[in-house]
């Protein structure tokens, strides 16, 4: 495969709009910088606040039109679709990870982004380059406003959902390992007819779009179930079982959970040559894949990694090839981009991209097992819609100190002021308020020594931020 190229491109500036500026087109798309002046302009949910989002929003007419105004490039993929609430984008990179370590072009499609909006499209492991990413951005911006008076301008998500099927399309990729955005049933993902599928676990989030109850979110999940499509997922609450079965049964989709239906065990250990980590066995009637490493960290990663494993294992029936050899390679490949990935070692910074109460309690567990420190100062930020009391109380069973803070430009986020109240209110742990991100890295690390650490979490943005304000500071400090 070609290395991504920025010929014709320079390497641009992070921009999203740009302020007073006449709107514009996609035919004067030419270049990156343009390209995301262009996404900046369009309606983006994923930074919205909810109460802001009308109740027809999400639709996939729209994108079904796109994509056949495009030539219906989904319809060439040999697909893998992930939904869930915690853990899809997980289970995406292990599955993509194995997949391309067993030989095949592996496309994978996931989001949100750390820094740059091409890690949301990537062929093995590499984004996409600067100039197709451009390219297609003008192309499906087209397409789009050609659309627009019959189907309404499409969003932010929908053009980059269609600049990755295009893409893969387009280098014939054996593989596209593709994520949900949003729920399931109406995400504009699920314009595709894949060769598997699969539910992580669900929990309570997006409450005001996807329904207040852990039923009614997996019955939007459970909305990629397709005709005679395998899907899998782990177990699950008994309420949530009942819904995925329910709704697999209607749609004639044979389901299959990973420790039950398909033969699943875990173990956590320690050595010197790994340290702290977890090990996975799954075995089916195709073979078997013994004694993994897990490649991420924390013990909820396992249950993750299994899943991975049964849909790299349901594609074999579909002629896939996977020899447990390659697939460990490919599996011990796996990016750990945003999921305690240390972005700073002087001082200690991890980030996460936990931004619910159950993932905030396994990344606490998840640093007590795998990093030694003495103190740990948490920088937290997230959005106002989630369960900011339980968040908060997880952070309080894990963290030293708090510095509540917010992600820049991002309007569904919480005031930092506001959780500093709830945290005060019911934890004796020192905290603190910053406004900007920049501001809290740096009481952070005026309250640490070498041997404590910095934890940047609650959500993707947080997390992405943090990553690019050290990168900017090494870049500056040399």
Request: with cysteine.
């Amino acid at each position: 495969m070609a290395k991504p190229t920025t010929q014709g491109t320079k390497r641009p500036v992070r921009v999203e709009a740009v302020d007073e500026a006449p709107p514009i087109r996609a035919k004067d798309v030419d270049t990156y910088t343009a390209a995301l002046r262009y996404l900046g302009e369009r309606v983006n949910f994923e930074r919205a606040r909810p109460e802001k989002i009308p109740p027809d929003a999400f639709k996939l007419d729209r994108m079904r039109a796109l994509l056949a105004a495009l030539g219906d490039p989904q319809r060439s993929l040999k697909c893998v679709h992930i939904a869930g609430s915690k853990g899809k984008g997980s289970v995406a990179e292990m599955t993509a990870a194995c997949l391309a370590g067993c030989g095949y072009v592996t496309g994978l499609f996931t989001s949100p982004h750390l820094v740059d909006v091409r890690e949301r499209v990537r062929m093995n492991g590499e984004m996409i380059g600067y100039a197709p990413f451009a390219r297609l951005v003008q192309r499906v911006g087209q397409a789009g406003e050609a659309l627009a008076k019959a189907h309404g301008e499409p969003t932010y998500f929908e053009i980059i959902t269609a600049v990755a099927l295009t893409h893969f399309a387009e280098e014939a990729v054996d593989a596209a390992v593709i994520e949900v955005g949003l729920g399931g049933r109406l995400d504009s993902t699920n314009v595709i007819v894949p060769e598997v599928c699969a539910i992580t676990a669900i929990q309570l989030e997006h409450t005001q779009l996807l329904g207040d109850t852990l039923e009614k979110i997996a019955a939007e999940k459970a909305g990629i179930f397709k005709p005679g499509v395998p899907a899998y997922t782990i177990p699950q609450a008994k309420g949530v079982m009942e819904v995925l079965r329910a709704a697999a049964e209607r749609a004639g989709a044979p389901l299959r959970v990973v420790g039950q239906d398909v033969e699943f065990s875990s173990r956590f250990e320690a050595d010197p040559k790994m340290g702290p980590h977890c090990r996975v066995s799954l075995l089916s009637p195709r073979g078997s894949y013994e004694h993994l490493p897990v490649p991420l960290k924390g013990e909820h990663q396992a249950p993750n990694c299994g899943l991975a494993l049964a849909l790299v294992d349901s594609l074999r029936e579909r002629g896939f090839t996977a020899p447990e050899r390659q697939v460990a390679e490919g599996l011990a490949r796996t990016s750990t981009a945003g999921r305690l990935e240390m972005v700073s070692v002087s001082p200690r910074i991890v980030i996460d991209g936990a931004h619910t109460p159950d993932s905030i309690h396994s990344l606490m567990r998840a640093i007590g097992s795998h990093v030694r420190y003495d103190s740990l100062v948490v920088v937290f930020g997230c959005a106002e819609d989630k369960d900011t009391k339980s968040m908060l109380a997880r952070l309080a069973q894990g963290a030293d100190k708090v510095v509540f803070t917010r992600a820049t430009g991002n309007l569904r986020a919480a005031d930092p002021r506001e959780l500093y109240r709830r945290f005060v209110e019911t934890s004796p742990k020192m905290a603190q308020v910053a406004p900007t991100l920049g501001e809290a890295l740096a009481l952070a690390t005026k309250a640490v020594s070498r041997d404590d650490l910095i934890c940047v979490t609650g959500s993707f943005y947080v997390a992405g931020e943090a990553k690019r304000l050290v990168a900017e500071q090494r870049r500056v400090t040399g």
